[in-house]
């Protein structure tokens, strides 16, 4: 395909990749387990292992590094299309509004967890921010960070004012009782059409509930930061390599601490509700100069052209992005839920880890097998069709 810059396909082929270690964990074990480790399952030895990686590395990292380059994508779209003298407003809004309903259809029909959704809405939200500078982006991507940082921790500090009605129902849902737990698993391990009213549930509540108290102003903040980090060369491998080693030393100078500071907190607090509101903030911030880290990690490794065999079958993966995203929600849904082979609640985070790593190694031959016939993923080219409104060309 004409005109790809490898470092932001390489990008989005780790984040994409490196996302699925977080989302299996919604896709196996019961709700309340993927921000309370304690709701489910075992956290000793190689389990317990296998949650710090998991958190360290990988939670709320890869959904930031995914939220940045989705900025950058935005302000990339949109100069490619003033520069071929096309109606660059019309195509954005056109392409979000799919990208919206394609969010709606996966949240509804196959996963609720969908990210696609809250996607389009910020893109649409930040399309007037293309052109502020790089340091206007930054600060006001911060700030929206620390919008969602502040309601969670209004939320908590007055959480002793609630209602005992609703005090009782949060405890309930972030440590639910074993009957609670049972009838969980048992709805996952139903048929599609019987799931159908609990996922419709919950994708409406990420959708309105979550998406204004938390993921609007988290990824909207990210996208800004991308906005600003491509601009200035950054997130293309432009940028000088003493500032991908500063990134670096943030991340494990700064970043890992403040995450690891964030672990002792939760245990020492035995992971009550109060790890909602406060014990999350410590990942909540520390993640992004974690996942600066990341992007450091393969700027440098594209420098020094280390293995090149993996960063094409990554470079690969990141152009069909879109599409390897909901192949991972269609297999991780056929491996764990009723109408596949039912695991769900039956596989502990250590053998997760080991299936997140057979999905790897097969959209990593996958995807340079695809690309070597067709200039897009299947769900790339639909959506480029829809935005253009015409189709557009597939086979190499």
Known sequence: MRDRIEALDMLRGMALLGILIMNVQAFAMPQAAYMNPTAWGRLEGIDLVAWLVSHLFADQKMMALFSMLFGAGIVLFTERAEAAGRPAVALHFRRQSWLLLFGVVHAYLIWYGDVLFTYAVCGMLLYPCRRLSPAVQLMLGLALLAVASAIFLLLGGTMTAWPEAERLALQVEWHPPAEQLQAEIERHRSGWLEQLPYRAEMAFEMQTFTLLVWGLWRAAGLMLIGMALYRLGVLTGQANRRVYMAMLAAALILGLPVVVYGIFWNFAND??????????????????????????????????????????????????????????????SLIFQGYGLGWFGRVERSEQLVIVLALWLLQLWLAPLWMRHFQYGPLEWLWRSLTYQRAQPFKR
């Not at 903030?281 to 020094?304: E, F, I, R, T």
């Open 271 to 332: 992971w009550g509700p109060h790890s909602l509101f406060f014990g999350a903030q410590y990942n909540h911030w520390g993640s992004v100069p974690v996942s600066l880290g990341w992007v450091a990690c393969v700027m440098l490794a594209l420098k020094a052209a280390w293995f090149p065999g993996l960063a094409r079958k990554l470079a690969a993966v990141g152009r069909t992005a879109f599409s390897q995203y909901i192949l991972q929600s269609v297999l991780c």
